[in-house]
């Protein structure tokens, strides 16, 4: 079950998925694999290295985190466009 988007990490923030190698950073929020048409909560690509291309791109659900490393930036844009978000979804 995916999060809800008042719920979601900013981009930028660092986590560690449940039994993860590597740490990930978040470069994107509510994203649909293009291939299944399932919606996931991010997308992101290892840290420190960052995007290296499609097959070092991971899509995951908010709750497949573990540990939040570090959160990302947050400012009165992020809140409007989280805002945005929650009218699409139909969320409260």
Known sequence: MSAKVKELLPIGSVIWLRDAKKPLMIFGVKQTNVDTQQEYDYIGVFYP???MGKETQFLFQHE????????GYNDEKREEFI?????VFKEN
């Open 49 to 51: 290295e960052g995007n």
């Open 64 to 71: 497949d985190i573990e540990t939040v490393e570090f959160r």
């Open 83 to 87: 805002q945005k978000l929650s009218e």
